[in-house]
């Protein structure tokens, strides 16, 4: 079991505090999936990395909105 990813820091409107959230992409048995910190499937599984990244991207782009 092997991770790729990073954390973001984004700060809550109502409370003001910092909250991070960790997404990253996990491999196993040659499959890439996208998880949450949490352990959340966000996609997958993808035959390979750039695919997973594409979709990472896709999360953060749309979590921001």
Partial sequence: L???G???YT???VQGSIQD???MIVKKKNKFFVKSKKGKNLGGPY???KMALKRLRQ???FKSK
Avoid: G, L
């Fill in 2 to 4: 092997s991770q790729i």
């Fill in 6 to 8: 990073f954390c973001v």
């Fill in 11 to 13: 700060k809550k409107a």
């Fill in 21 to 23: 959230s960790c997404i």
């Fill in 47 to 49: 035959a390979n990395k």
């Fill in 59 to 61: 999360v953060e782009y």
